[in-house]
């Protein structure tokens, strides 16, 4: 199966900050990634697709790049409304992996 | 507007089996390039995908779980329902349903997700 791990697990940073998220596959996924924020008692919510592509509705400060096996999420300037949890998910296969996550916390 | 809404016990005790049930608004279960997914978070850990239902009943499961879970729907009610045989308190958490980006490669993403419900798992 195909592992994703999601570096830091935690991050500090303040209004106005630019953030960035790393997510790594454990083989080549090709560019078969997609970001998800989730707040606390709320249902995930679709940030980018296929690794680059913002989804619909999604503010232009988000943006993600990487192919093969390095991946990142960045904030370019961080909004009150963005202190969330970060999941990236592989959907490479017909398995579709999580990463662990990376919480952004108000510093 | 699409929602997708979870139901079914909040406690349930080991070796028993959980169902749960989907209920889809604002698309159908039936329509061509549907899927609806089931996945779940155990308190503190990452998101788990379980299985996944197509609109025309074709399935996937997570291969470390494939023996325990079926999922089925059910077009007149536009539900889709998860059953997980010989729970365990592992499996405790809050498990949802979202609904597969239609044309997605593989798996898949999931653009809309229901709000989850917490399943404990205990004696």
């Known amino acids: 199966d195909i592992q994703m791990t999601q570096s830091p697990s935690t991050l500090s940073a303040s209004v106005g900050d630019r953030v960035t998220i790393t997510c790594r596959a454990s083989q080549s996924i090709s560019f078969w990634v997609a970001w998800y924020q989730r707040k606390p008692g709320k249902a995930p919510k679709l940030l980018i697709y296929k690794a680059s592509t913002l989804e619909s509705g999604v503010p232009s400060r988000f943006s993600g790049s990487g192919s093969g096996t390095e991946f990142t999420l960045t904030i370019s300037s961080l909004q009150p409304d963005d202190f969330a949890t970060y999941y990236c998910?592989?959907?490479?296969?017909?398995?579709?992996?999580f990463g662990p996550g990376t919480t952004v916390e108000i510093k | 507007q699409i929602t997708l809404k979870e139901s079914g016990p909040s406690l349930i005790k080991p070796k028993q089996t959980l169902s749960l049930t989907c209920t889809l608004s604002g698309f159908s279960i039936s329509s061509s390039g549907v899927g609806v997914a089931w996945i779940r978070q155990p308190p503190g850990k990452a998101l788990e995908w379980l299985a996944l239902?197509?609109?025309?009943?074709?399935?996937?499961?997570s291969s470390s779980l494939e023996s325990r879970l079926s999922i089925t729907k059910d077009t007149s009610k536009n539900q889709v329902v998860l059953t997980m045989t010989n729970m365990d308190p592992v499996d405790t958490g809050t498990y949802h349903c979202a609904r597969r980006r239609s044309g997605a490669f593989g798996i898949g993403f999931f653009d809309y997700w229901g709000q989850g419900t917490l399943v404990t798992v205990s004696s």
């Open positions: 239902i197509y609109w025309d009943d074709d399935k996937s499961f």
């Open positions: 998910q592989q959907y490479n296969n017909f398995s579709g992996t």
